[in-house]
């Protein structure tokens, strides 16, 4: 009986000791496996958002080519101190300029701004330095630089834009885009315990997070060879490749971290950079410890469970083990939420960058056609024989019509900037509003006549006057007015509604026109949208009209509000706080 138990003993041990291998080795295997899909998850939401750090800085690179140019093509006769006017404007406009520069034919700067930052009366070709000037002027293309140092500090790139008239050569228009600029909107926001970094080709230093660096240095000059794998990661970059990777960083001490990195090119104007998101691999620790922790309490408590001798705990153990897969789930869910999120948030940024290339597109359009039909009046007066007849004041008209017209559209452009950056001020006076919405109804009464809609209004006769911006209060109105004539038959009304609330007073401009869709109401507010089916079929514009309107009217203290069906009309509702 004795040697039998001892057999059993025997046995049990063995069992014992085996089934306790087993849950080690399943625990290590778990612990792996969940550290793995953890890396995995933890390096897509890394590289989604290298993704968008080089999505903004190529949409906000192309923006200032794209402005900068524009000076070029639609100035190309214009004199310093009109270059100056435009600068400031420019300049004061937006953001991310280190300097605006007009260069005339002979090499010479003669205009800037500001005026701290450019060297007056400096002639290029007299200087032993090389620059692209001539490289823009002969290939009559725009030249963009690799960032180089200022004269104060930092870094800019340079973009040397020609200007011709025809075939003679008029000077060179010099934009700076200002590194620290571009660093403080894109890259500096991110809110980590890891860092960002940006690179050229040439692994000149653009920026780097981690402070380790100052922006100009270079990569190859102080990186340790000995550690081939960040060296690898570097040449990827330069390589204009994307991807994710992990490395051992060796610091100071004889310490070393591990770190995760996912890196993104940036091709801008046949220069290639690299944006960098370094993260220590302990935020994927981070994320997983609980279930790990609770993992490896399960462990603990299996091996003693078993060690204590038995096996009646199975189904225990078996359920404590199916709700760690349940934790493991829902945290992998919540990495894929994350992800899908960004996903997301960088589609939006790639539609409105998409925008905003047809829409710099259609303006240029648009201001050529003023500026082609100011130059065919102005030639039409200026080779008139004396005896010969024309409507000079028909042509003079024409003339300040299209240069009216042409003024809209970069205040258009300006407004929309300055309300963006937060920078539109509205100068407050005493506001009639009778007078308000006279001015905005003569403004927009010859359209309306044409296409046979009458326009009616209810105002209380003793409303009372409140502190705001006429000229700004005026555009919100004949905005509201050209978009009902758009989508309002012949024979049709809109209707200018005014209430006094308590604290607002709200104004109404409904229509009874064809109406819109749920998706364009929706988006009727973005920027750059456009309506495509109005009923006259000629919609125009920048699509900025009602944004420009929803910024006036919220800078007022107030709100505005859409409603519309499909045969129904539209209605805009807004409040204005007295």
């Not at 960098?276 to 410890?289: D, G, L, M, N, Y």
């Not at 004041?393 to 300040?400: A, P, Q, V």
């Amino acid at each position: 009986m004795e040697k039998h138990e001892k057999k059993v003993i025997f046995a049990i041990a063995v069992i014992s000791v085996l089934f306790l291998l087993l849950i080690i080795f399943m625990g290590i295997k778990t612990h792996n496996d969940v550290c793995e899909v953890a890396k995995q998850e933890f390096s897509k939401q890394q590289l989604l958002l290298a993704e968008q750090f080089s999505t903004g800085v190529e949409e906000f690179l192309n923006e200032k080519v794209e402005l900068t140019e524009s000076i070029a093509r639609n100035h190309a006769n214009a004199s310093p101190e009109e270059f100056q006017a435009l600068f400031i404007d420019i300049y004061e406009g937006s953001t991310g300029y280190y300097a605006l520069e007009y260069i005339n034919a002979s090499g010479v700067v003669v205009a800037g701004y500001p005026e701290e930052n450019v060297p007056i009366g400096y002639n290029l070709y007299e200087n032993n330095r090389e620059y692209p000037i001539e490289h823009a002027r002969d290939t009559r293309d725009t030249y963009c630089t690799n960032p180089v140092g200022l004269f104060e500090d930092g870094l800019g790139s340079f973009i040397w834009i020609p200007i011709f008239d025809g075939e003679e050569h008029k000077g060179t228009i010099l934009g700076i885009i200002q590194m620290s600029t571009l660093a403080e909107k894109y890259l500096e926001p991110y809110d980590s315990s890891g860092y960002v970094y940006l690179v050229d080709r040439n692994t000149q230093v653009l920026y780097d997070g981690s402070g380790q660096y100052t922006a100009g240095d270079n990569y190859f000059d102080m990186l340790n060879e000995s550690n081939p794998k960040w060296m690898h990661i570097i040449e990827e970059q330069l390589n204009g490749s994307q991807g994710t990777a992990e490395f051992t960083l060796n610091g100071k001490n004889n310490t070393s971290e591990n770190k995760m990195i996912a890196f993104s090119p940036i091709e801008w104007r046949r220069r290639l950079w690299s944006v960098a998101v370094v993260s220590p691999a302990t935020e994927v620790e981070e994320i997983t410890h609980p279930a790990l922790l609770k993992h490896t309490v399960l462990v603990l408590f299996s091996a003693s469970i078993t060690l204590l001798g038995g096996f009646s705990l199975i189904l225990l153990l078996t359920s404590w083990n199916r709700s760690l897969k349940v934790e493991v789930h829902n945290k992998t869910y919540e990495l894929k939420q994350s992800n899908e999120f960004l996903e997301k948030a960088n589609q939006k940024l790639k539609e409105l960058d998409g925008l905003k290339s047809d829409f710099v597109s259609m303006v240029s359009h648009e201001l050529k056609m003023p500026l082609a039909a100011i130059k065919t009046s102005t030639e039409l007066l200026k080779d008139a024989d004396e005896n010969e007849l024309i409507d000079k004041d028909e042509l003079i008209e024409k003339i300040l019509r299209n240069v009216d017209r042409q003024t809209r559209m970069v205040n258009d452009q300006l407004d929309l900037s300055q309300i963006e950056s937060g920078m539109m001020n509205f100068k407050k006076e005493e506001v009639d509003l009778h007078e308000v919405i006279s001015t905005s109804i003569e403004t927009v009464e010859k359209t309306a006549y044409d296409l046979g809609i009458g326009i009616y209004t209810s105002i209380p006769e003793h409303l009372p006057g409140f502190t705001g911006n006429k000229d700004a209060l005026v555009s919100v109105f004949v905005n509201l007015l050209n978009n009902s004539l758009k989508f309002t038959p012949w024979g049709g009304r809109i209707d200018i509604d005014i209430v006094e609330l308590d604290q607002y007073i709200q104004a109404t401009v409904k229509d009874n026109g064809i109406g819109l869709g749920t998706d364009d109401i929706e988006k009727i507010f973005e920027k750059f949208y456009r309506v495509g089916n109005d009923i006259y079929n000629n919609t125009k514009g920048t699509g900025l009209g009602l944004t420009i309107a929803k910024g006036i009217v919220e800078g007022h203290g107030g709100t505005i509000e859409v409603e519309s069906k499909e045969g129904k009309g539209i209605t805009f509702t807004f409040t204005i706080k007295k």
